[in-house]
């Protein structure tokens, strides 16, 4: 089991960058697939990105994609979400996510932990 927390959420002008953290607590993190998802008011939580636990394969959903950096730091225990250029849609509370599936997957349900969010807004 793991527990996370998320951090680095905030308030910044389209075009700015935030960089999210996840902690984790547990012993076993470098085994866990982690993902990052968003949701906005009014709509269902999505995928952003994902990061398989071996570290040798990154998704982004395609909004993100050559704005936003999913990495990990095992030693630290703490994945990170880096995002640049950020636009008024990017609003939203981004929740992080870990699972054993040993492939990446963008469906929530095969992510059993979760975090209490962050909020990032980004005013346009």
């Known amino acids: 089991q793991v527990q996370l927390i998320e951090s680095g959420g905030g308030l910044v002008q389209a075009g700015g960058s935030l960089r999210l953290s996840c902690a984790a607590a547990g012993r076993t993190f470098s085994t866990y697939t982690m993902s990052w998802f968003r949701q906005a008011p009014g709509k269902e939580r999505e995928f952003v990105a994902a990061?398989?636990?071996?570290?040798?394969?990154?998704s982004y959903t395609d909004s993100v994609k050559g704005r936003f950096t999913i990495s990990r730091d095992n030693a630290k225990n703490t994945m990170y979400l880096q995002m640049n250029s950020l636009k008024f849609e990017d609003t939203a509370v981004y929740y992080c996510?870990?699972?054993?599936?040993?492939?990446?997957?963008?469906?929530?349900?095969?992510?059993?932990?979760w975090g209490q969010g962050t909020q990032v807004t980004v005013s346009s």
């Open positions: 996510a870990a699972g054993t599936y040993m492939e990446i997957t963008t469906l929530p349900r095969y992510y059993p932990y």
């Open positions: 990061l398989l636990w071996s570290g040798t394969m990154t």
